[in-house]
């Protein structure tokens, strides 16, 4: 059969994946018998392991907002309250007109693109965006490039070459790229947008939102260019370690993916108790200050020790690659790393291209200080 062939081709290039069972205990992780620190896992502010925030919501969380289910789509009978304040909250921080939230991540990149690009649409896309982004675009009715990853040169030229030929122009791009860590320049993309009428620029910042810029907004905040970003999407599910994600935009925008977002009309809404979750972490953002001070702290190190094993290095976050090469010594790195106690996990293609299979250190802020220093003593070893 077809499918049991590709499973033997994926084995034999050790690229074959498996669900993997394991017991999380706070920032540690048990499988077949060993404890081991989690670096695989995107709760970069450590909220998500903090027992006492999760006993503070407990007491304060109302009544009403305690549904397990919200049993329908927004557009039936499960648009709650907690969702009116949550999206409310979120324009208020963001200082934008509007919000939006949605299930997931996933649903949002594969339904705002749909949603809002049709034929005479031409979507410009970093080469390295994360694959839900690429799905949305595929889905869409627009024409696309992917231009070269972080190569604005390449940028600016396909806009100036197509802007005059195509109704609108969509430039999509990561704050923080989820492979390699590195950081776009979101400034630059909103002057370059500015010259253009017809251009608009959605960005997605999943691995940024909570950790940087100063009141944990992400790198539009840092940059400042929060207000001039059309979809300045985020996730809930790693750093304010919720669930669900989110686009702050117009409130035209808003009202037009309302009624044509597929992934927000078919399908059941949130649960109120995780929106009422949600909102409580992301009240809390400016509290953590600390946290992400801590967390730089600690991605530097890190970074200076990859650096130091000969391996190049072009994070600027909290995501730190490893890059080993072929799959099959990337496995072998993941199971040393695993055997010293550090739960790491490889990642191959075609998550990443082929010959730069890597360990994505995911790092965060609870790590304890003696693990740091042995995890770079570790990787300096390039045991």
């Given amino acids: 059969m077809k499918e049991e062939q590709t499973l033997h081709a994926l084995e034999q290039e050790g690229n074959l994946r498996t669900l993997p069972e394991a017991r999380h205990d706070g920032i540690w992780i048990w499988q077949d018998g060993q404890r081991m620190l989690n670096l695989s896992s995107n709760d970069y502010l450590g909220l998500a392991s903090d027992a006492a925030l999760q006993d503070e919501f407990w007491r304060s969380v109302p009544e009403r907002d305690r549904l397990l289910s919200a049993s329908s789509s927004r557009l039936l009978t499960g648009n709650f309250t907690a ?31 749909p949603a809002v690009a049709d034929a005479h649409t031409l979507i410009l896309a970093d080469k390295l965006v994360h694959a839900s982004l690429i799905d949305g675009i595929r889905l869409s009715a627009a024409q696309s490039i992917r231009y070269r990853h972080q190569d604005y040169r390449q940028l600016r030229s396909l806009v100036e070459k197509h802007h005059a030929a195509f109704g609108r122009i969509i430039i999509v791009t990561e704050s923080v790229f989820s492979m390699d860590g590195d950081v776009a320049p979101l400034a630059a993309l909103a002057e370059l947008k500015r010259m253009y009428p017809n251009v608009m620029l959605y960005v997605d910042e999943a691995h940024a939102i909570g950790v940087r810029g100063r009141h944990g907004l992400g790198i539009a905040e840092e940059q400042g260019c929060l207000r001039e970003i059309d979809f300045l999407c985020g996730t809930f599910g790693k750093a304010l370690a919720s669930v669900g994600a989110y686009v702050v935009c117009s409130r035209l925008m808003r009202d037009y993916l309302v009624n044509r977002m597929r992934t927000l009309i078919f399908t059941t809404a949130l649960p109120p108790l995780n929106v009422a979750w949600t909102r409580f972490v992301f009240e809390r953002l400016d509290d953590w200050a600390d946290r992400r001070v801590r967390l730089a702290s600690i991605a530097g190190r890190v970074r200076e020790a990859v650096r130091q094993a000969g391996s190049p290095c072009p994070s600027e976050s909290h995501i730190v690659p490893l890059v080993v090469g072929e799959s099959g ?33 995911s790092l965060t802020a609870s790590l304890p200080e003696a693990e740091v220093v042995r995890m770079g003593e570790l990787i300096v070893r390039n045991e």
């Fill in 83 to 113: 969702h009116r304040e949550l999206e409310a909250l979120l324009a208020g921080r963001f200082g934008r007109e509007s919000a939006l939230t949605f299930s997931s991540g996933y649903h949002a990149n594969t339904g705002i693109l």
């Fill in 329 to 361: 010594k990337a496995m072998l790195k993941a199971a040393g790393m695993q055997r010293h106690g550090f739960y790491v996990l490889p990642v191959r293609p075609p998550t990443v291209p082929e010959g730069t299979s890597r360990l994505r250190l």
